[in-house]
């Protein structure tokens, strides 16, 4: 079975500053799909940004890029700039096709310090 | 925009009620989720549906059911409410094709008392 670990339940960093949320999982599959969502609080949670296991060029949205290491089954999170408002709980998640359910992560709590 | 909506931010029953929460998205998307959140165990899937009339087990489904009989809303039943399910109810959508996201609704913030 597929699992999914977020080794850090708590992160802080300073505005500006960078910080990286750790991701690994277990699967015997050879393709599949990787996504990080953030919940802020009492908001809607949002997709970040998504990795598709084929794909060896690491994905990036604006302040926000991964580090994918597919032989280490490794799927961080590097956020470039921190902002205030990327306070939130992030989950970092996986997901063989779209007609097989998604597995969570236990989420990362990040807070910003201004 | 997606818009996943769900029909109570915050909800409370008692203990052996039946409680309907329902959920509704505007995208016709064919996959639909039911979630619950739990602090450290991030989210955890109840039951899912690809198709109207379709459902498939979660990973916790005992205590719960599912209906779906339109495209547009997938309604999770808790059929004897018990002070274990008092949680945060997520629900969720996608289009049906591979690597698509899900887009989620504000949840439910249910108390069984």
């Known amino acids: 079975a597929q699992t999914v670990t977020q080794s850090q339940p708590e992160m802080s960093v300073q505005e500006a500053e960078t910080v990286t949320l750790s991701c690994t999982y277990d699967t015997s599959e050879s393709n599949y799909y990787l996504f990080w969502y953030k919940q802020p609080p009492s908001r809607q949670m949002i997709l970040v940004i998504r990795q598709e296991a084929y794909k060896q060029q690491n994905a990036t949205e604006n302040r926000f890029s991964v580090n994918f290491q597919k032989a280490a089954k490794s799927f961080s999170l590097k956020i470039s700039d921190s902002q205030l408002g990327d306070t939130a709980m992030y989950f970092c998640a996986f997901t063989k096709t779209s007609y097989d359910k998604v597995i969570f992560g236990p989420g990362t709590s990040l807070s910003v310090i201004p | 925009d997606v818009k996943v909506t769900q029909s109570s931010r915050y909800l409370v029953k008692r203990t052996g009620e039946k409680v309907f929460l329902e959920c509704v998205q505007d995208m016709d998307h064919e996959n639909m989720f039911w979630y619950r959140q739990d602090p450290g165990l991030g989210l955890r899937l109840i039951y899912f549906?690809?198709?109207?009339?379709?459902?498939e087990k979660g990973d916790i489904p005992e205590g719960y059911s599912v209906s779906r009989e339109k495209k547009e809303r997938f309604s999770l039943i808790l059929e004897s409410a018990s002070t274990n399910q008092t949680s945060m109810y997520l629900c969720?959508?996608?289009?049906?094709?591979?690597?698509?996201?899900?887009?989620f609704g504000d949840g439910t913030r249910l108390s069984i008392l």
């Open positions: 549906s690809y198709d109207v009339k379709m459902k």
């Open positions: 969720a959508s996608s289009l049906g094709q591979d690597n698509q996201p899900q887009h």
